[in-house]
């Protein structure tokens, strides 16, 4: 089967291996249930009824403020890379002209399929990132990667993964189009504070460096603006979710950084239990009295300009 078309939208399995190379397990069958179910309207009291981290994280509508605020003009043709259940491509799909999403999950493409089949600019490339961007053809004036970036070494097979993904990709960006890319501050100040790493459920393990860990890398804001330079892009802008990039109540940027007082949304842990080794309110406006917040910030979001 190379396609499947679910209401509106259409399933590419050209590059589909076979299997699901990434999955939450179990859970997956129950948000596709959902999906396949429950009107959008409806997600809010299925969250409040399943008390569930995964329901919550892909089927909550603040997921989409990382990109809702984004200026577009509706023309824009977009590549969603790591689109997973679809927790911001709604939102890509009404602020966009067309849609193409990538993910190597089959059973995770379904879901975003079924919640998404209304929109007609939507079509969706199942398989692994290196094996489709290939034979990718078009040229894209948006291309996201949100919460997707520090997974680069299961797209890319390299010795410097990072900065490979990152040239292939931009070999797809029309002239004058983004890249957006939210991703987790290794050295966030939620990690010092007693928060467990965000994708080991370890404590410290990204602040001192990953050292049990190898499939999996975020950075700090020097680390990344490195990765950018080495792959030769230049026009770089830092945003600063909080209180982080999944579940964001603002976002700051160098021209507007938050003032003392403002940072007080720090104990949001849904997924797993966590220290207080210190209260974060007063640390952030240490941090920001001392210019030092966008250092600490607990996540980033970059635009990337072609």
Known sequence: MENEQIGKVVLDYRFYPGEDGYTDGTVEDEMLEIARTCEPDAYGQVIAEKKSWPVLYHFSYLRENIISWLP????????????????????????????TCVD???????INAYRHRDCGNLNILVGNFQDIEENLTEQYDLITLIGVFEYAQFSIHSDNPFVDYLVRIR???????????????RLGLKYWAGATEDHTGVYFEGIEGYPTTNYVRTFSKKELTGVFAEAGMEQVEFY???PDYKFVDRI???RYLPKKGELNLNRQNFDRERMQVFQEERVYDSLIEGGMFPEFSNSFLVIVRG
Not at 104 to 110: I, P, Y
Not at 171 to 185: D, F, T
């Open 72 to 99: 577009m003009t509706g023309r824009e043709r977009v590549l969603e890379i790591g689109a997973g259940p679809g927790a911001i491509t709604g939102a890509l799909c009404r602020k966009g002209a067309q849609v």
């Open 104 to 110: 190597l999950s089959r059973k995770r493409c379904l």
């Open 171 to 185: 070999r797809h960006l029309a002239p004058g189009g983004r890249i957006v890319i939210a991703i987790e501050n």
């Open 240 to 242: 600063y979710p909080y």
């Open 252 to 254: 700051y940027s160098d």
